[in-house]
């Protein structure tokens, strides 16, 4: 214990959204494309987002950024640590 531990990274699993039907993910996956595209960043099997680009997000999706982060964890694309990534913008 001691000091206080920054706050997580939102850290998105490609393998697993790339699974995940377009009629609920079509948009972050689109979007994740174009930052992989605007990085040159194609390999990876996860990739590091932006707190802004969840905020973002969130306007696409029409949801708080907390509760698209609540649904990003219950479809496994986010781990539930993430969590905390959010409340710390939030508060
Ligand atoms: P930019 O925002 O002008 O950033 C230029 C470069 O600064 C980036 O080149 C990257 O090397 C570095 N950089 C900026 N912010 C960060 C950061 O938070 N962490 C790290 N590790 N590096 C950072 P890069 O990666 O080739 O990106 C080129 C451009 O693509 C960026 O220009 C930005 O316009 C866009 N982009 C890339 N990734 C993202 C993203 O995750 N979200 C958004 N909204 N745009 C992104
Ligand atoms: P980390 O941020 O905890 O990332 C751990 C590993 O997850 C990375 O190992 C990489 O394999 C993967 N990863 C995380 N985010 C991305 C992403 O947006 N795209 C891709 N393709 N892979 C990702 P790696 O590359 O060996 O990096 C080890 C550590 O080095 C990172 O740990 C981080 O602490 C640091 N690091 C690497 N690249 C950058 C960078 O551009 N900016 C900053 N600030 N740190 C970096
Ligand atoms: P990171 O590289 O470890 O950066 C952590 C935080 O430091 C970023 O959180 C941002 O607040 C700040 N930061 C780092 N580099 C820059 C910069 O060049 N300009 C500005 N204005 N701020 C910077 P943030 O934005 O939530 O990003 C989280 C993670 O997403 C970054 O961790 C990095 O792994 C990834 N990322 C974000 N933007 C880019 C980008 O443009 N290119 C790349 N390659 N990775 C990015």
Redesign the pocket.
């Known amino acids: 214990g001691g000091a206080a531990e920054p706050p997580p ?2 850290v998105l699993d490609l393998e697993r959204l790339a699974t995940l039907p377009s009629e609920k993910a079509g948009p972050l996956q689109r979007y994740t494309a174009t930052i992989q595209s605007q ?1 040159g ?1 194609y390999n990876g099997k996860v990739l ?5 680009d969840l905020r973002t997000l969130a306007v696409i999706y029409d949801q708080s950024p907390s509760v698209l982060t609540e649904q990003l964890i219950s479809w496994g694309v986010l781990v539930a640590d993430a969590r905390r990534a959010v409340q710390a913008e939030e508060s």
């Open positions: 990274k939102l990085r960043d590091s987002i932006r707190q802004d």
